[in-house]
């Protein structure tokens, strides 16, 4: 099993910062790309950032400049950093790792996986 948890979501007033965490566990072989997405109320869920395992970046217009996603490979952990805050930023941000997993009888198996995403709130 895998398992996607994310942290650091909250309220925070315009012009803030949150720091978001994904921590990627289980039964994991490699991680390819990671990647954050967020939700509002009634709207599709849309990309915000992603990076891949060797750390190239692409960023949604409306955040770039303001987010930057990096990543820690030993720790299967993704960050997102996010600055200058808008009330437009507020979601449901969501994880996503592109992996491959083990397997119990051997060799390994490609998925994507999400986590359970985290309330960003910025008032204004």
């Known amino acids: 099993q895998v398992q996607l948890v994310e942290s650091g979501g909250g309220l925070v007033q315009a012009g803030g910062s949150l720091r978001l965490s994904c921590a990627a566990s289980?039964?994991?072989?490699?991680?390819?790309?990671m990647g954050w997405y967020r939700q509002a109320p009634g709207k599709q869920r849309d990309l915000v950032a992603t990076?891949?395992?060797?750390?190239?970046?692409n960023y949604a217009g409306s955040v770039e400049g303001r987010f930057t996603i990096s990543r820690d490979n030993a720790k299967n952990t993704v960050y997102l950093q996010m600055n200058s805050l808008k009330p437009e930023d507020t979601a449901v941000y969501y994880c996503?790792?592109?992996?491959?997993?083990?397997?119990?009888?051997?060799?390994?198996?490609?998925?994507?996986?999400w986590g359970q995403g985290t309330q960003v709130t910025v008032s204004s």
């Open positions: 996503n790792a592109d992996l491959h997993r083990r397997l119990l009888l051997g060799g390994t198996a490609s998925g994507i996986y």
């Open positions: 289980g039964s994991i072989f490699s991680i390819n790309a």
């Open positions: 990076i891949t395992s060797g750390g190239y970046t």
